[in-house]
């Protein structure tokens, strides 16, 4: 039976180690995903599941790459991004989902975040709120470039990350509503693209840890879109933004 404990080789949450995870790491909130990304890599070997953590380790273009689920929220998912850093990954990759905010984004489109509002508080013990979070820039354009390549509409630009789900969906039903709802309103005259909840803490960990960083989301629908009166598609195919993250994490290997 394997020792988990700290010092015996192993992550105390994610349960692996330096031999079987790849530089290159696709994060994702959901465990049940993990086997469906994995099936985008060669020889895709499930590795670890321990509480929210779900790694697979495969290959891609001769390179070593992971899939590893974070859970939900800024909380969990730094502590997948720590102990997937002190295995040896340095090029880490979001696949999500997020709802959308302008009215342009639909559902079914993507979202390429170059930075992300810290509307959590995972960061706030990283770095002073000062401190902004953003994506990698060459991580950024391969993302970019892959999304091209699929020929799906795509949208790049600052994400908003919560630690409430549900204060998003009504803030008229919690104490603190006139809050969210202002900051809500700022957020989406200032051009924010949709809401989620791990991105922020995924950019401050890649900037502090000298770590590439990116976000591929899924949008699922847009509420913006149903309060105009417009029509609110829904999509659940993750597989848009898996795509564009596999073949992003190729066009990096190659160019290196």
């Known amino acids: 039976m394997v020792d988990y404990t700290e010092g015996k080789g192993y992550q105390y949450h994610i349960h692996t180690n330096k031999d079987n995870v790849g530089g290159y790491v696709i994060v994702t909130g959901d465990p049940g995903r993990c086997e469906s990304i994995a099936r985008y890599l060669d020889d895709p070997e499930l590795i670890a599941s321990n509480r929210e953590y779900t790694t697979y380790t495969g290959s891609l273009c001769g390179e070593k790459v992971s899939v590893t689920s974070t859970g939900i929220g800024g909380p969990s998912s730094a502590i997948a991004f720590e102990e997937l850093y002190k295995c040896g990954a340095h090029t880490l990759i979001r696949v999500g ?102 991105s922020a803490a995924l950019f401050i960990f890649g900037s502090f840890r000298r770590c590439r960083t990116g976000t591929v989301l899924l949008a699922l629908d847009n509420q913006e879109r149903e309060k105009a009166g417009l029509p609110n598609i829904q999509n659940h195919d993750v597989d848009r933004a898996i795509g564009v993250a596999v073949n992003a994490i190729k066009q990096l290997i190659m160019s290196e």
């Open 97 to 198: 989902t997020c709802g959308g905010i302008q009215l342009d984004v639909k559902g079914g489109d993507l979202i390429i975040a170059t930075g992300a509002i810290r509307m959590e508080g995972t960061t706030k013990e990283y770095v002073p709120v000062e401190f902004p979070a953003v994506a990698d820039f060459e991580v950024v354009q391969a993302l970019v470039s892959a999304a091209k390549i699929s020929d799906l509409p795509f949208h790049v630009g600052v994400v908003e990350c919560k630690d409430s789900f549900y204060g998003e969906m009504d803030p008229t039903e919690f104490p603190a509503g006139y809050e969210l709802a202002s900051k809500w309103n700022a957020w989406k005259e200032c051009g924010a693209l949709a809401s989620e909840m791990e």
